[in-house]
């Protein structure tokens, strides 16, 4: 499995509830006295998800690419030689 799929996961997780509470406490006042007015949490989450979603897309993608690759490869190509016929090592 590609790397990328838990971590996209964990900030799927992570941005979901940063956003979720973000949108629960999006009129409590904290935001206008700490943070100028606006919602980091909600701005932060959404953020996190976005970077999830690109991360799983590149991992999905990265995949059917190899996958692809490894079928056309084993029928267009001879058999690569082995280490000590090609004289290496």
């Known amino acids: 499995m590609d790397i990328r799929v838990p971590v996209s996961l964990f900030f799927a997780v992570l941005g979901a509830l940063l956003a979720g509470f973000g949108l629960t406490t999006a009129s409590s006042p ?50 690569r030689p082995s280490r000590r016929e090609a004289g290496v090592g």
Do not use: T
């Not at 206008?32 to 959404?46: A, C, D, K, V």
């Open 30 to 79: 904290m935001y206008e006295r700490y943070s100028l007015g606006i919602n980091l949490n909600l701005w932060s989450g959404l953020g996190m998800l976005a970077f999830a979603g690109a991360l799983y897309w590149l991992a999905r993608r990265a995949a059917r690419v190899r996958s692809a690759d490894a079928v056309g490869s084993d029928r267009d190509q001879a058999p």
